[in-house]
């Protein structure tokens, strides 16, 4: 005869996820759990928004008969006369126009026939094609710091996916604590790469305490005979190690009359129990899927 228990049901028909705090719907096995911080890093080279300048002489419109801007979403950025070595904030533009207040800083400070241009994108990561032989560092893209990444002292940092493509060959390079740790990828020009399992490359393999602080340094190597034009990143989860939870209690103020109360940490609601008024906080405990 078989024997028959109770078990515990949590959920109607599905998972239970209430011990989650983030999960990846589009990577699968991408989960932040507590204490965990997600970070990227990465850089994009592009010759997009360069061109020549088509027009007569002036010193203050660039005009490209080629160009397909969106009018007016140049403002505010600067454009640079590669020929001339000026460069201007733009004021406006049109859909092959872009018009500064002035150019400084070059031979003649003018647009000439020919003279070639290029818009930078304000996303720090977004950089000019990467010359042969040329190395350039990942970009935080939190911070629009150049790597290396200084993993703080009571945490690992570990990369766990990364991907991109160039139009030429490249060499991807990962340094910790200036020490070279292995080759982050080998890319052959025109192909696109993509890593999307869990990479053993962590701080956590020389310090798994988080003892001292470490340094993260990812460097990518043109190594084609041309302009390299592309992308890449890499996902970095940061955790701290070493480090209590948080108690499973917490302490609730009245904001009328200041009375500290003990309470569960989900309780978002106080009735003071020596004044009666009612004081509402927030919990971090129940954050949950966001997609």
């Not at 228990?5 to 990577?27: H, M, N, Q």
Request: proline share 6%.
């Amino acid at each position: 005869m078989a024997k028959t228990f109770a078990v515990e049901t949590r959920g109607i028909g599905k998972p239970d996820y209430s011990k989650e705090v983030s999960a990846g719907k589009e990577r699968a096995g991408l989960t932040l759990a507590y204490k965990q911080t997600l970070k990227i890093f990465g850089v994009v080279f592009t010759s997009i928004y360069t061109g020549a300048h088509t027009a007569a002489i002036s010193a203050t419109v660039m005009t490209d008969a080629t160009a397909h801007f969106i009018a007016n979403a140049l403002v505010g950025l600067p454009i640079f006369n590669v020929t001339d070595g000026s460069s201007g904030i733009i004021i406006a533009n049109t859909d092959t126009t872009v018009t500064v207040g002035a150019l400084t800083g070059g031979a003649t400070d003018q647009w000439n026939p020919g003279d070639i241009y290029t818009i930078p994108s304000p996303f720090a990561w977004v950089q000019t094609p990467l010359a042969p032989g040329a190395t350039a560092h990942y970009v935080d893209n939190v911070t629009g710091l150049d790597l290396p990444f200084t993993v703080p002292q009571g945490y690992t940092g570990s990369l766990i996916a990364g991907g991109g493509g160039f139009t030429e060959d490249a060499m991807v390079w990962v340094y910790f604590d200036d020490y070279l740790v292995m080759s982050g990828f080998v890319m052959i020009g025109g192909q696109t790469y993509y890593e999307n399992r869990v990479v053993g490359i962590s701080t956590a393999t020389i310090d798994p305490i988080g003892a001292s602080s470490h340094t993260i340094d990812i460097q990518v190597t043109n190594r084609g005979a041309g302009n390299l034009e592309g992308g890449i990143s890499w996902s970095c989860i940061l955790e701290g190690v070493g480090t209590p939870p948080l108690p499973p209690t917490k302490v609730i103020k009245c904001k009328w009359c200041g009375h500290e109360e003990p309470a569960p940490w989900e309780q978002t609601k106080l009735i003071c129990p020596k004044c009666g008024g009612l004081t509402l906080v927030s919990t971090t405990k129940n954050f949950r899927k966001t997609a």
